[in-house]
């Protein structure tokens, strides 16, 4: 199993806050990967490059998720807290974020950013 630690962008357009990211990454020696609008089908295991995962054979529509993500793989405890301080510091605001489990690797894209709505909508109803 690869235990480099990894982000996966989805949803980013290319602009300067962009490339604060990329920065954040890069001063921190984290590979991070810009995933397509077509990798919501695509599992997070395969997205990681992880062994065991095939491309999924899609074809027409596919579901589009209008926010932000970022997935961190491999990023923990300290690190992760440096991670976040340093998005912070750059003001960039990104409430979908989550970090690969052995559990949620197996689902597609599309099932995580789908729960992830549903948990960003109750933690808005509690507020």
């Known amino acids: 199993m690869n235990k480099k630690e990894q982000v996966l962008l989805y949803g980013f ?4 806050r962009t490339e604060k990211i990329k920065k954040i990454f890069n001063k921190l020696s984290i590979k991070y990967t810009f ?3 077509d990798s919501i089908v ?3 295991g395969y ?3 992880n062994k065991g995962f095939a491309k999924t054979k899609s074809e027409g529509e596919f579901f589009q998720f209008p926010h932000e993500v970022m997935l961190f793989s491999s990023i923990m405890g300290k690190r992760l807290d440096d991670v976040l301080l340093a998005l912070k510091n750059e003001e ?3 409430p979908y974020k989550a970090v690969v489990t052995p559990f ?3 689902w597609t894209l599309e099932r995580l950013v789908k729960t992830m709505e549903k948990e960003h909508g109750a933690m808005i109803g509690k507020e």
């Open 13 to 16: 357009e290319n602009n300067e």
């Open 104 to 106: 949620n690797k197996l």
């Open 92 to 94: 960039i605001k990104i």
């Open 35 to 37: 995933l397509k609008e």
């Open 47 to 49: 997205l990681l490059g």
């Open 42 to 44: 695509e599992k997070i």
